[in-house]
């Protein structure tokens, strides 16, 4: 006997839970040759408020923990998608209609992205920070702290390597982080959803919203509560507006990049989401 097919219905992932769009909407996932493959929940301005809500209330206890004990998190993530590696390959290559060659490539590469990501969590600072000469008898040093919450427009031609590429460095300092995956090819990024609820990440350093970046954008560069906005899959957009909403609240940006070389590991895109602090100390007593 045929078995009934069970579409699934996939949900967004905001404060370490699975909610589904406050609006109720979904839309439907199509593989590359338009056969069907599931529903994903269509995000809502609503949707965007409550993940900024959960990312705020997250930053405290993620920036709070060790640079050590956040680059075991990072490194946890990478051995959980290794053991899910065949499932992720599969939707890679659906998504993308790409060879299953192609897919394991890119799923590999995304693993490795983890674990160098999860390598410089406890070594950035040591680059990126310094002791300041100056006149007088104190110590002047400068630490990169983080920025607080990151808003992300994943790469929108890339299901699940763009996206990995584009979210990993905004953690590393400690900042949290709302996400909108690619609307065409959400599937790997909400099954990454899985790993990250199953793993160390604690609820609200991650919330991952599907649906249009045109819709959620102009809310996440306006939002007062939002401390950064990395527009790298926001190419197809009207990102100059974005830039001027983001400008009212003093919001650090990053600009669009196209093509397969966008989000590429980089200590910047690290750095890009931390914040400069100096120290000044007296040497001793006169």
Same mark, same amino acid.
């Given at each position: #006997?045929?078995?009934? @097919?069970?579409?699934?219905? /996939?949900?967004?992932?905001?404060?370490?839970?699975?909610?589904?769009?406050?609006?109720?909407?979904? /839309?439907?996932?199509?593989?590359?040759?338009?056969?069907? &493959?599931?529903? *994903?929940?269509?995000?809502? !301005?609503?949707?965007?408020?409550?993940?900024?809500?959960?990312?705020?209330?997250?930053?405290?206890?993620?920036?709070?923990?060790?640079?050590?004990?956040?680059?075991?998190?990072? /490194? !946890?993530?990478?051995?959980?998608?290794?053991?899910?590696?065949?499932?992720?390959?599969?939707?890679?290559?659906?998504?993308?209609?790409?060879?299953? *060659?192609? @897919?394991?490539?890119?799923?590999?590469?995304?693993?490795?992205?983890?674990?160098?990501?999860?390598?410089?969590?406890?070594?950035?600072?040591?680059?990126?920070?310094?002791?300041?000469?100056?006149?007088?008898?104190?110590?002047?040093?400068?630490?990169?702290?983080?920025?607080?919450?990151?808003?992300?427009?994943?790469?929108?031609?890339?299901?699940?390597?763009?996206?990995?590429?584009?979210?990993?460095?905004?953690?590393?300092?400690?900042?949290?982080?709302?996400?909108?995956?690619?609307?065409? #090819?959400?599937?790997?990024?909400?099954?990454?959803?899985?790993?990250?609820?199953?793993?160390?990440?604690?609820?609200?350093?991650?919330?991952?919203?599907?649906?249009?970046?045109?819709?959620? *954008?102009?809310?996440?560069?306006?939002?007062?509560?939002?401390?950064?906005?990395? &527009?790298?899959?926001?190419?197809?957009?009207?990102?100059?507006?974005?830039?001027?909403?983001?400008?009212?609240?003093?919001?650090?940006?990053?600009?669009?990049?196209?093509?397969?070389?966008?989000? #590429?590991?980089?200590?910047?895109?690290?750095? @890009?989401?931390?914040?400069?602090?100096?120290?000044?100390?007296?040497?001793? &007593?006169?």
């Amino acid at each position: #006997m045929t078995r009934l @097919a069970v579409p699934k219905t /996939y949900k967004l992932y905001i404060g370490g839970k699975f909610p589904r769009s406050e609006s109720g909407r979904v /839309y439907e996932v199509a593989s590359a040759s338009g056969s069907f &493959l599931a529903n *994903a929940a269509q995000a809502s !301005r609503k949707d965007a408020r409550d993940a900024v809500v959960a990312a705020r209330a997250a930053v405290g206890g993620w920036s709070g923990t060790t640079a050590y004990n956040r680059g075991q998190v990072l /490194y !946890r993530i990478a051995e959980l998608l290794e053991g899910r590696r065949a499932q992720f390959v599969s939707e890679v290559a659906d998504a993308e209609g790409v060879t299953t *060659a192609a @897919a394991t490539a890119q799923v590999d590469t995304a693993i490795d992205r983890w674990v160098w990501y999860a390598g410089w969590a406890d070594k950035y600072a040591q680059v990126a920070g310094n002791g300041n000469p100056v006149a007088g008898p104190y110590f002047n040093i400068s630490v990169p702290e983080p920025t607080g919450v990151v808003a992300v427009i994943a790469p929108q031609d890339s299901s699940l390597l763009g996206f990995v590429s584009a979210l990993a460095p905004a953690l590393v300092a400690g900042n949290t982080v709302v996400i909108v995956a690619s609307q065409s #090819m959400p599937l790997p990024a909400i099954s990454l959803s899985e790993v990250l609820a199953t793993s160390d990440v604690p609820g609200g350093v991650v919330n991952i919203l599907t649906g249009s970046p045109a819709e959620i *954008a102009p809310w996440l560069a306006s939002h007062a509560d939002v401390n950064a906005i990395d &527009l790298v899959g926001a190419g197809d957009l009207d990102w100059v507006a974005l830039q001027i909403d983001a400008a009212e609240t003093l919001k650090r940006v990053l600009a669009p990049e196209n093509g397969p070389d966008a989000a #590429m590991p980089a200590l910047s895109r690290i750095t @890009a989401f931390t914040e400069t602090k100096t120290v000044w100390h007296t040497k001793g &007593l006169l």
